[in-house]
């Protein structure tokens, strides 16, 4: 059953929460994604069959929250992310995919107190910078910053518009630049096929990260989407391993 929380910003977050043993699993969507995606529900399902505490939601300007994709930043995102987990007493293991891999390296970054585990999922910390900015042309760039905004082409859905302030913003929250440092088991997933977040940005994650329990897995031939049931599976027990890590097995 949907329901929403208001923001310390005035922003209407929609949300599904399952009750069950913590801690809680959360599932943070990717850029223009919902919480209605294959990956989410199937998360969501397999969290209610073992009696797992399951959390998913809406970013603001998403889905069915409150707001225009257009006027959101990587903050604003994280502001609604940080509220969502506030929902959950106690940790929670995050499960990031696209976009979401950014933000909820910025909650364990952030919040380390608050996460038991970490998942990635084609998970793109930085792109704004290194993946949108840097491959702009000078002409995309001379757009953006005279009118605010531009036009990017996308295979899954309509264009993205991409604004000058999410660009902005997103250069005050890089996370490859600086250290980053994990106290907790983190998985990092990638496809090898995948074309909007290549397999070179999971790498550089990869190598970055710092902590006793960092692995990475590249599924061949797998997409962005990473959504078959071969990478559904491994979404699930690779969820499944954190938990019995950190003491919530079966």
């Known amino acids: 059953m949907t329901d929403y929380l208001t923001t310390a910003q005035g922003r209407r977050i929609a949300y599904n929460l399952t009750e069950g043993k913590a801690p809680y699993v959360v599932f943070c969507g990717g850029l223009k994604s919902d919480m209605e995606g294959t990956k989410a529900l199937a998360l969501e399902e397999w969290c209610k069959a073992r009696g797992q ?3 998913r939601f809406d970013y603001s300007g998403h889905g069915i929250s409150s707001g225009n994709f257009e006027d959101g930043c990587i ?3 994280n502001e609604d992310a940080s509220a969502a987990i506030d929902l959950v007493d106690g940790k929670v293991l995050l499960v990031g995919s696209s976009m979401g891999g950014w933000q909820s390296l910025l909650l364990a970054r952030e919040r380390p107190e608050k996460v038991a585990g970490l998942v990635t999922i084609a998970g793109a910390p930085d792109f704004t910078e290194d993946g949108y900015w840097a491959g702009f042309t000078e002409e995309q760039r001379a757009t953006i910053m005279n009118e605010g905004r531009i036009e990017i082409p996308n295979e899954y859905v309509e264009p993205y518009v991409i604004t000058l302030r999410l660009i902005e913003d997103g250069r005050t929250r890089l996370m490859l630049r600086t250290p980053l440092s994990f106290d907790f088991p983190v998985r990092i997933l990638q496809g090898s096929a995948d074309d909007v977040v290549l397999q070179s940005v999971a ?9 006793d329990d960092i692995r990475l897995t590249v599924v061949k031939g797998a997409d962005h989407r990473f959504s078959d049931d071969a990478c559904i599976k491994l979404i699930n027990d690779t969820v499944a391993e954190i938990l019995a890590l950190v003491g919530a097995g079966d």
Do not use: M, T, V
């Open 203 to 211: 790498e550089k994650l990869f190598a970055h990260a710092s902590g």
């Open 75 to 77: 903050g604003d995102w």
């Open 53 to 55: 505490g399951f959390l």
